[in-house]
């Protein structure tokens, strides 16, 4: 397992699609109970830590999603 780079509260940005967002909670490594997706993923994804965060969508609405680590970054 690595060690999380964010916590609770921390402003990040989704590297991919720009949106910033803020995260609401941590898991160390992946936790279905989290995806809402059903997410099929390389299990080297898997064990790095994810986040759920409240990101702010193209229209200004806020939108829960749970990213893993990769595709976020500080603001």
């Known amino acids: 397992m690595t060690e999380a ?3 609770v509260g ?3 940005r989704h590297v991919s699609m720009g949106h ?3 995260v609401v909670a941590v898991d160390r ?3 279905p109970a989290h995806d809402d997706n059903d997410l099929s993923l390389n299990p080297s994804i898997r064990d790095n830590p994810w986040y ?3 990101l702010e969508d193209e229209h200004g609405k806020a939108v829960d999603s749970y990213l893993s680590e990769s ?3 500080a603001e």
């Open 5 to 7: 780079k964010f916590s």
């Open 29 to 31: 490594e992946y936790s």
């Open 20 to 22: 910033h967002g803020v």
């Open 52 to 54: 759920k965060v409240t």
């Open 71 to 73: 595709q976020i970054d």
């Open 10 to 12: 921390d402003r990040i």
